[in-house]
């Protein structure tokens, strides 16, 4: 786990490469657990505040402001190691990188509307890539669907045992 979370990581600018299923989950689960022990701790934070307003003292708010700008500062830090590695977990899968480009712009355009059909079409492009990124390595490939060109690789360390 710890592997994979470094590679993520030392990795996150390379996007002519492949990533496992397990390079991809385990930071996608080590990053779900760190904002969950973030909000926690901004929900007891916020808590706090509260609490010492109501009891008349007002020195509560700093802390809170503290782990908002923690959490803010955690997520634009993982904006490019996430889009790296899900274009490299769909390229491990078969498809291109431009796929993942794809699917946000049809989200995007599907959810700017306040249409509840077009927000439901959105949600099924979101379980389809999904779907994508869970996939096993070279699956589209196998299957005879369209596959990329992968000449042009770059060679990074991965948790794939590839002896």
């Known amino acids: 786990m ?42 007891i934070a ?6 010492s307003i109501m009891n008349g003292y007002a020195n509560g ?10 959490i803010i500062a955690f997520c634009l830090a993982n904006i490019l190691p996430s889009i790296a590695i899900a274009v490299r977990r769909l390229r491990d899968a078969g498809l291109s990188g431009w796929t993942l480009l794809v699917f946000w ?3 995007i355009i599907f959810t700017s509307n306040n249409n509840n059909f077009l927000t439901s079409i959105s949600a099924v492009l979101e ?17 005879g669907w369209w596959s990329p060109n992968y000449t042009e690789d770059v060679k990074i360390p991965s948790l794939r045992n590839e002896q």
């Open 2 to 43: 710890f592997e994979a979370y470094k590679y993520y990581w030392q990795n996150a600018f390379k996007y002519r490469a492949v990533s496992s299923r397990a390079d991809f989950w385990w930071p996608v689960l080590v990053n779900f657990v760190i904002l969950v022990i973030l909000y926690f701790l901004l929900a």
């Open 46 to 51: 916020g808590y706090s505040t509260v609490n």
């Open 61 to 70: 708010p700093f802390f809170v402001i503290f782990v908002m700008f923690v």
């Open 105 to 107: 712009l049809l989200s």
């Open 127 to 143: 379980i389809i890539l999904l779907v994508f990124l869970c996939l096993p390595a070279g699956y589209i490939n196998k299957h």
